[in-house]
């Protein structure tokens, strides 16, 4: 199953590899990369939600740039 699944993955990649040129490829990557990032900072910094805000509400105050009350 691992081995059949490894072998799928592999193939995608190198089918998406040639596809794109390197260059887009990085483009791709990085977008997809600072979408996640942004994403998770917001989540943790900025949401409202309060599991989430209580969770990081002392790393919020030890960082004294995002306010909260
Ligand atoms: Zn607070």
Redesign the pocket.
Same mark, same amino acid.
């Given at each position: 199953m691992v081995t059949s699944t490894t072998v799928l993955l592999k193939s995608a990649r190198l089918r998406l590899d040639s596809l794109l040129s390197e260059e887009l490829s990085f483009y791709l990557k990085s977008t997809a990369f600072m979408t996640v990032v942004g994403a998770l900072l917001y989540l943790s910094l900025a949401a409202d939600y309060p599991a989430v805000h209580d969770a990081m *509400?002392d790393f919020? *105050?030890v960082l004294a740039i995002v306010p909260? *009350?």
């Open positions: *509400h919020r *105050h909260c *009350h």
